[in-house]
């Protein structure tokens, strides 16, 4: 992120109007003021706290003339400017920019970055799932193997305690969240609940009536088609 | 206190900002950090004007009367919708009263065709809330706390060392470079963090995605929860935390050796501790499935 003057970018930019010629504080304001096109104000609290500082480092100089401060660079100030010049330049491309132009930036940034990342861990997790495949080809038993089928009390138990949980949770969410909505928001809710409700029975029926895995699919299924039926309602 | 009325495309210069509130409907807002002066810039504007007011250092921007949208405390949805039926009918019955004004005060915005394209710079301590309806919104540079609540926006956020809690329905969350602790909870949409170092970071979801490549602080931890949505979280490869997942029926691929496995009907699980097991890394999921992955290095470094 480069806001125009985050980061110590005001101190190089004082480095940079002090190059151009001997100034006193008053005249860099007024030069900060018109560059930024009335934007940005500076005021002296902001800039010779700044200055101080540039010359406690040893960057600039002042002399007193006709009872004011002027300030100019000094070898030290020159060779740091020299050294960062492409921060420089890079500032002064900023400063012609709003900050609308700068989040855009951002925005795009971000966004590459989120868009490598997806494309990257895809690709990983496909790898890493491969690898898995060929060495551990036992977890792929067959059911009956299993005997007494320990995971139905857990798969019912697990599935109703998470949708209970979400479908109260987002209940919760929606009224003190965004309650003022109106129509949508009790929509939503009810949709969600009523969904949660269906998928809750429909689990307990496939665990009652037929526990193999038939039915552990067909529970699976649902729960796939009400959540594309929830997500259809998002989006 | 001073407040400006804005209907058309402004800036808006401001001395200090210690806190900001935006409260938008629909279209677009930054929130960008600077160590020049704080300003507001309207760029777009349709449907009602956008209120600026700096009471003190607390700088808002919006719709005033969007108060009640999203501070909803004791009334909830259904209360708000009687009540809005009740005052319809109580128009009809007995014409325009001093309650029918103020429910048709707080629903006027619903409807309406209110959209805004906002940009505001303020210093990085700011701590920042932002509340919109369906507009989108960037959160940069802000060192300060960070609060997104969005029916359908997407949120982006990037740079930001402050903690942030965001809620969303559908919107998505895009967010690179966090340091602070981080907190997503959501109804479909999907999280993906890049580059994150936070000590905590909390994702639930119903359907959404979870996506996380972090550098896992000592002691640090991440808790994801969803239903049907995926978890995939990259770490570096001498990450060091105990790891606690489990599905119902989502597949589970692991890259970090020395994890068990449980494969059974109805539970799969990853268990175990990876490197000095310091952190935490508990994912639950009902179908999702969850990866867990180690950043490769990359071939450039190795060499």
Known sequence: MTSVFGHGRLRLYLLKLLDEEPRHGYDMIRLLEDRFMGVYAPSAGTIYPRLNRLEEEGLVSHEVVEGKKVYRLTDAGRAELAERSDEIEALEQDIDRSVRDLAREVREDVRSSVRNLREELKAAAREVRDADREGRDDHRRPWDEIGDIPGWAETKEAMSKAFKESSKAWRTEWEHGFGGEGKTAKRVVRELVRNTELLRDEVRRAVKTHADETALREANTTIESTLARLRGLFR | ?303
Not at chain 2, 58 to 67: A, C, K, P, Q, R
Not at chain 2, 84 to 111: K, P
Not at chain 2, 152 to 181: F, I, K, N, P, W
Not at chain 2, 268 to 275: C, N, T, V
Request: glycine residues 10%; proline residues 4%.
């Open chain 2, 1 to 303: 206190m001073e407040r400006w009325m804005l209907e058309g495309p402004e800036t808006i210069p401001l001395d200090q900002v210690d806190k900001l509130v935006v409260k938008l409907v629909a279209g677009h807002v930054d929130v960008v950090a600077t160590d020049g002066p704080p300003r507001v810039e309207l760029h777009e504007i349709e449907g009602a004007p956008i209120a600026v007011t700096d009471a003190d250092g607390v700088l808002s921007v919006g719709y005033e009367d969007l108060g009640g949208v999203f501070d909803f405390d004791s009334t909830t949805a259904k209360e708000a919708l009687q009540g809005l039926g009740n005052a319809l009918r109580d128009l009809l019955q007995n014409g325009w009263t001093s309650e029918t004004q103020e429910w048709a005060r707080r629903f006027s915005w619903f409807g309406n065709k209110r959209r805004a394209v906002v940009s505001i710079a303020i210093p990085p301590r700011c701590p920042v809330r932002l509340n919109v309806v369906y507009a989108s919104a960037v959160v940069a540079g802000i060192d300060g706390e960070t609060k997104v609540k969005s029916v359908s926006g997407e949120v982006t956020l990037d740079s930001l060392s402050g903690s942030v809690d965001a809620h969303t329905v559908s919107g998505d969350l895009e967010a690179q470079v966090l340091d602070g602790r981080l907190q997503f909870v959501t109804v479909s949409g999907d999280l993906t963090v890049v580059q994150a170092t936070s000590d905590r970071i909390q994702g639930r979801t119903v359907s959404g995605d979870l996506t996380a490549d972090l550098d896992l602080a000592t002691d640090g931890s991440v808790e994801l929860s969803s239903v049907s949505g995926d978890v995939t979280v990259r770490l570096a490869p001498t990450t060091g935390a105990k790891v606690d997942c489990v599905s119902t029926s989502g597949s589970m691929t692991s890259g970090f050796d020395g994890l068990a496995r449980e494969h059974k009907p109805g539970k799969r699980a990853l268990h175990g501790s990876i490197g000095d097991a310091s952190g935490r890394i508990e994912v639950r999921t009902v179908s999702g499935a969850v990866h867990l992955l180690p950043r490769r290095v990359p071939a450039k470094e190795q060499a």
